[in-house]
């Protein structure tokens, strides 16, 4: 999981809650082409594992085509159904461990919240990144914790696993958390809902 040195694929793009029509996919095709993005996480909620495997398989496929790890959140037998590049945890889903028994050498990332000791458990039991936040009001989910500048410095302090910077990342605010040593930006309001710009667009302006 190594970082480009240009910095030039630093976003960890997020789908959004619903994927409504086929636009989506030719809009992620048209974002991936910007050779911004390292890792698409396929995180729908509320729909069935059928509809997952369906879209996962198209997306999937685009993924492969732009050089893009896939993703999947929070469940790691989808993740192996898809044979996707890993899954992305939180700390109430399934341990480290026992993903890492379905999923082999994928990539399995942690979700750390603020919480230093969170980040030293998932470095202890293998992840192969950790992400931090949220440091923003976000869009796309109900904000528990909020996690500050700091973490991200301290993070470094202890480990070279890459860090995983989250929740409500936009235009005025991404810079600040790259200077602050994130290796990747996790987006998906600023990019799929945004009032402003579309996709395209709105991806193309970080730079």
């Not at 809009?27 to 729908?44: G, W, Y």
């Not at 495997?53 to 685009?62: S, T, V």
């Not at 929740?167 to 990747?184: M, P, S, T």
């Not at 996709?199 to 193309?204: D, Q, R």
Request: glycine content about 4%.
């Amino acid at each position: 999981m190594s970082q480009n040195k240009t910095k030039k694929k630093f976003v960890y793009l997020i789908s959004p809650n619903k994927i409504k029509s086929d636009n989506f996919y030719t809009d992620l095709s048209l974002i991936f082409n910007t050779k911004k993005v390292s890792f698409f996480q396929l995180r729908l909620k509320e729909e069935t594992n059928k509809t997952k495997l369906k879209i996962g398989k198209k997306i999937k496929k685009i993924c492969k085509k732009h050089n893009v790890k896939f993703l999947i959140n929070d469940n790691p037998t989808l993740a192996k159904k898809l044979n996707a590049d890993g899954c992305h945890l939180g700390q109430k889903d399934m341990s480290i461990l026992k993903a890492r028994k379905i999923l082999k050498n994928k990539i399995i990332g942690i979700t750390c919240h603020n919480s230093i000791e969170l980040a030293r458990r998932g470095i202890e039991d293998g992840a192969d990144y950790l992400a931090f936040g949220a440091f923003y009001y976000s869009q796309t989910k109900k904000t528990k914790y909020k996690a500050s500048l700091k973490i991200l410095k301290l993070a470094k302090k202890i480990t070279n696993v890459p860090l995983v910077a989250i929740g409500g990342i936009k235009l005025n605010n991404y810079k600040k958390l790259l200077l602050n040593k994130a290796n990747f930006l996790a987006i998906s309001s600023y990019i799929w809902n945004n009032k402003k710009y579309k996709p395209l667009t709105a991806i193309k302006k970080l730079k």
